[in-house]
């Protein structure tokens, strides 16, 4: 499990410093964008990698860093869809009522005004979030 999850770091990592092409030959480097501690939730970090002023609100990409035994608490988008792409570590999101168990590999859908939560588990969480709508 060591190699796995220093794997999922390493991905992780990758990702931190990463870019995204966009139109035109442009390109956003992600070691340009500041991890942020949530507003609301103690432990949870985002890199907002899209926001919605560089599409005019129609998507927008995020990484996530939840600490052990930390949550995003229940909250609901009334009008987005959500995903969770798992990188590394582990947790349990509860989704609509269901409980899902988040290991990297594992991608879930959340559908507009379905309540959410993420908790990371005793190796913390590490996600890559969107957000359509």
């Not at 990702?15 to 442009?26: D, M, N």
């Not at 009522?97 to 990297?104: L, N």
Request: charged share 15%; with cysteine; aromatic share 8%.
């Amino acid at each position: 499990m060591q190699t796995l999850q220093k794997a999922g770091e390493t991905l992780f990592d990758a990702f931190c410093q990463g870019e995204l092409a966009l139109p035109g030959g442009r390109r956003a480097m992600f070691a340009e964008r500041n991890w942020q501690a949530h507003p609301q939730f103690a432990g949870v970090a985002l890199k907002h990698l899209l926001t919605a002023a560089d599409t005019g609100g129609a998507f927008t990409y995020h990484l996530v860093r939840i600490e052990p035994g930390c949550a995003i608490g229940e909250h609901m988008h009334a009008t987005q869809w959500e995903t969770h792409e798992v990188i590394a570590g582990c947790g349990v999101c509860r989704n609509g009522g269901e409980d899902i168990a988040y290991r990297a590999g594992v991608i879930a859908l959340i559908e507009p005004g379905a309540r959410h939560s993420v908790t990371g588990g005793l190796e913390g969480l590490l996600l890559f979030a969107k957000f359509l709508g």
